[in-house]
C-alpha cells in the first residue's frame, strides 16, 4: 500500500492517504474532500464545491427544461389551433365564431324561408318548398356545428393560456435565487 501526501483544499494542512481512498475528512478544518488519482499526481477537491456546482447545474437543467416545455406547448398549440381555424373562400383563416355562425345560419334561414313562401305561392310542385326547407335544415345544422367549433376552440385556447401561465409562473419561480 503506497502512502501519499496531499493537501487539504480548506486549510492547505498536508493530508497522508493511501491509493486506495477516494474520500478524506481534513482532520484540522474538518473539510469534506475527493482525492483524484490521475496518472501523474494525487491531489484533493473540496466536495462542498462539487455539490455547489452540481446544484447550480441542476437549477439551471431544471429551468432549460422549464423553458423547453413552454416552447413544446406553444409549438403544439400553434398547431392545434392552425386545425381549428375556419377558412373563407379566399383561404384565409379567422378564429371561429358563434355570433358568426348564429348570423350567418339566421340569413340562409331566411333564404330557405323566403323560397319556400315563393315556391308555393306559385303554386310550384311540392318538391321545391322542400328544397327551402333543406335549406333551414341545412342553416340549423351549420349553426349549431359552428356554435360548437366555436367552444372547442375557446375551452383549447384556456387550457393552454392556462399550462402557459404555469409554466412561466414556475420559470420564474426557478429563476428567483
Not at 121 to 128: D, K, L, V, W, Y
Request: charged share 25%.
Amino acid at each position: 500500500m503506497k502512502i501519499t501526501k496531499v493537501c487539504c483544499q480548506g486549510c492547505g494542512a498536508d493530508l497522508e492517504v493511501d491509493e486506495t481512498i477516494r474520500y478524506v475528512t481534513c482532520n484540522y478544518c474538518h473539510a469534506r474532500l475527493e482525492v483524484v488519482h490521475d496518472a501523474s499526481v494525487t491531489h484533493t477537491r473540496q466536495l462542498a464545491d462539487i455539490a455547489r456546482n452540481t446544484g447550480e447545474m441542476a437549477e439551471r437543467i431544471k429551468l432549460l427544461e422549464l423553458q423547453n416545455d413552454l416552447e413544446r406547448l406553444d409549438r403544439e398549440w400553434a398547431s392545434r389551433r392552425e386545425t381549428l381555424l375556419v377558412r373563407n373562400k379566399d383561404g384565409h383563416t379567422s378564429v371561429p365564431s358563434s355570433a358568426a355562425s348564429i348570423i350567418g345560419g339566421i340569413f340562409i334561414i331566411g333564404f330557405g324561408l323566403v323560397w319556400i313562401v315563393f315556391a308555393s305561392s306559385m303554386g310550384a310542385p311540392s318538391i321545391f318548398p322542400l328544397f327551402g326547407i333543406a335549406f333551414v335544415g341545412f342553416a340549423i345544422f351549420n349553426m349549431i356545428t359552428g356554435a360548437n367549433k366555436a367552444a372547442t376552440y375557446q375551452n383549447l385556447e384556456a387550457e393552454h393560456e392556462m399550462k402557459r401561465r404555469s409554466l412561466i409562473q414556475r420559470i420564474e419561480h426557478e429563476r428567483k435565487p
